[in-house]
C-alpha cells in the first residue's frame, strides 16, 4: 500500500505562488505516475498534472499550462507541484495521487492511491 502525503496549502493573494508536495511510500517508484487533482465542494476531482516517474513524462490540464510545473525527486520520493500566477478559480482542495502509468491520466480511477489533501486558497 502506497502512502501519500501532501504539504504545502496556503493562503495566497492572485498573482502569488505555492509549491505543494507529495511524499510517497510503500513501494518502489520506477515504474509509477503520480498526479495533482483539485476539487471544490459538491463538484468531481479534476485533473491538473501528472508525471510519469521511469521517464519525467508530464501532461496538464489546460487551464494550468504554463503556470504550474510538476516534478519530482527521485532521491526524497516525493512529487512537487509548483503554481504560479495563481488566480482565484484555483481556489480548491488539491490531492496527490499514485498510480500506474495510463493513457487515461486524467482519469480518478486509473488512481489506487490518494493523499488527504490540502487546501490552497487564492483571494481575489
Known amino acids: 500500500q502506497v502512502q501519500l502525503v501532501e504539504s504545502g496549502g496556503g493562503l495566497v493573494q492572485a498573482g502569488g505562488s505555492l509549491r505543494l508536495s507529495c511524499a510517497a511510500s510503500?513501494?518502489?517508484?520506477?515504474?509509477?505516475?503520480m498526479g495533482w487533482f483539485r476539487q471544490l465542494p459538491g463538484v468531481e476531482r479534476q485533473f491538473v498534472a501528472v508525471i510519469n516517474w521511469s521517464d519525467g513524462s508530464t501532461y496538464y490540464a489546460d487551464s494550468v499550462k504554463g503556470r504550474f510545473t510538476i516534478s519530482r525527486d527521485n532521491a526524497k520520493n516525493t512529487v512537487y507541484l509548483q503554481m504560479n500566477s495563481l488566480k482565484p478559480d484555483d481556489t480548491a482542495v488539491y490531492y496527490c495521487a499514485g498510480g500506474p502509468p495510463s493513457s487515461y491520466y486524467d482519469t480518478l480511477e486509473e488512481y489506487d492511491s490518494w493523499g488527504q489533501g490540502t487546501q490552497v486558497t487564492v483571494s481575489s
Open positions: 510503500g513501494r518502489t517508484f520506477s515504474n509509477y505516475a
